[in-house]
């Protein structure tokens, strides 16, 4: 099997599994990083959404071998040390009662994107909660 190496949160890796091999069960099964979930395995729901260079990717879609020489990060590499980005520290004080329903059903669609990444709808009929604070 070839070797990928690329960075992942900042942290450089490499793997040594089949090319095809979807680059979310790397980080999943193979690097431990659970912060990319499995949602559809279509792109759709975005459970698994990263950033790959500047670019949003759905992990799921992405081979291995896409992501050799590149830099990934995922939700968990938003933290600085051990202190949580503002939008992964939790509800705060003031929140919108839509946001409050959607905490409520956790379906993949309802994780809402890290800060930094553009919110795009996939469908008209998916609900986005409303941008708090």
């Known amino acids: 099997m070839p070797k990928y190496e ?6 450089g ?15 999943r099964d193979k690097l431990r990083i659970t912060g990319p979930k499995y949602g559809c395995g279509v792109g759709v729901c975005r459970a698994c ?24 990060t995922t939700i ?3 933290a600085d040390g051990d202190e949580l980005h503002p939008k992964n520290r939790g509800v705060g004080q003031e929140i919108h009662p839509i946001a409050l329903l ?7 669609w309802s994780v809402e994107a ?10 008209p ?4 909660t409303p941008q708090v604070g």
């Open 114 to 123: 890290p800060p930094r990444w553009p919110r795009q709808r996939s469908s």
């Open 125 to 128: 009929w998916i609900r986005t």
């Open 13 to 27: 890796v490499d793997v040594d599994v089949p090319a095809e091999m979807p680059l979310l069960w790397v980080l």
């Open 76 to 78: 968990e590499g938003l």
């Open 6 to 11: 690329f960075t992942v949160n900042g942290e």
């Open 102 to 108: 959607q905490l409520a059903t956790p379906l993949p």
């Open 49 to 72: 959404t990263c950033l790959m260079g500047d670019e949003e990717v759905q992990t799921c879609m992405v081979q291995v071998k896409d992501a050799d020489g590149t830099e990934v």
